[in-house]
Structures are given as structure tokens and as C-alpha cells.
């Protein structure tokens, strides 16, 4: 499922990068190849959860990339606040800022990096499958 999401945020990214050059903050250098690489991460981790020898590791980069575009998130919240702009409301925003942590997980998860608080199972093998 995480694989879904991120991988349509890429195509979106991609395909309708204005909504999104809005959000970048006034430091990020060259806002549109910054969004351009992003569906491109975004897109590559999407592939990355989906192959067993590379879910560890896309799984470790999603949740990268969530820390990394998280001042964006604030910053499209903040600009709702002060400025009235962005289109969503704070019943957006706020859970959005505040499921960042979730999202990280979710991803360390999703790649097999942790499996807190859900232990995934090892079951003893039979004797007649050694």
C-alpha cells in the first residue's frame, strides 16, 4: 500500500509539479529540479518496496525522504495560516504535520527495518523442512 501512495505522489510530482513549487521553501535551490527529484525518489522507493533485495533499503530512504520534505509540509501549513493560500484547510494540515512520525515508520516498516510494535514471526522449522 505504501508503495501505491509513494508512487502516485511521483507520477504527480512529475506530471503537475505547480502545486508543489509552491510549498518549497525560499532556501531549497532550484525549487522545480527539487520536485523533479523528489517524484523521482519517491518513484524509485515505490519500485524499491516491491523487490525483496531492495526493500531494506528503499525502505531506509522513504523514511529519509519524509525527515528531508517535512519542511515543506510546514511550510505549506504555515502559508494556510498567515497568508490564506494552499487550498487545504487546517484539517489537512495539522494531521498531516503531526503523521509526519507515522510516515517515517511507516516506511522503515514497509521495508522491513523495524517491526515494532507488530513483531513479525519466526516459527521453529519442522524437522522435515531442514
Not at 510549498?23 to 525483496?52: F, H, R, S
Request: charged content about 10%.
Amino acid at each position: 500500500m505504501l508503495a501505491a501512495v509513494y508512487l502516485v505522489a511521483g507520477v504527480l510530482h512529475l506530471r503537475s509539479p505547480a502545486p508543489f513549487l509552491t510549498i518549497v521553501p525560499a532556501w531549497v535551490p532550484d525549487p522545480a529540479a527539487m520536485i523533479a527529484v523528489t517524484g523521482l525518489c519517491e518513484i524509485l522507493g515505490a519500485v524499491g518496496l516491491c523487490i525483496p533485495r531492495l526493500r531494506w533499503i528503499a525502505g531506509v530512504m522513504l523514511a529519509a525522504y519524509a525527515v528531508c520534505v517535512f519542511p515543506a509540509n510546514v511550510k505549506h501549513a504555515v502559508d494556510y495560516m498567515t497568508l490564506g493560500r494552499g487550498g487545504l484547510t487546517l484539517w489537512y494540515h495539522v494531521p498531516r504535520l503531526l503523521l509526519q512520525p507515522l510516515i517515517v515508520w511507516w516506511a522503515l516498516f514497509a521495508g522491513s527495518v523495524v517491526d515494532w510494535p507488530f513483531r513479525r514471526h519466526s516459527y521453529p522449522r519442522s524437522a522435515a523442512f531442514r
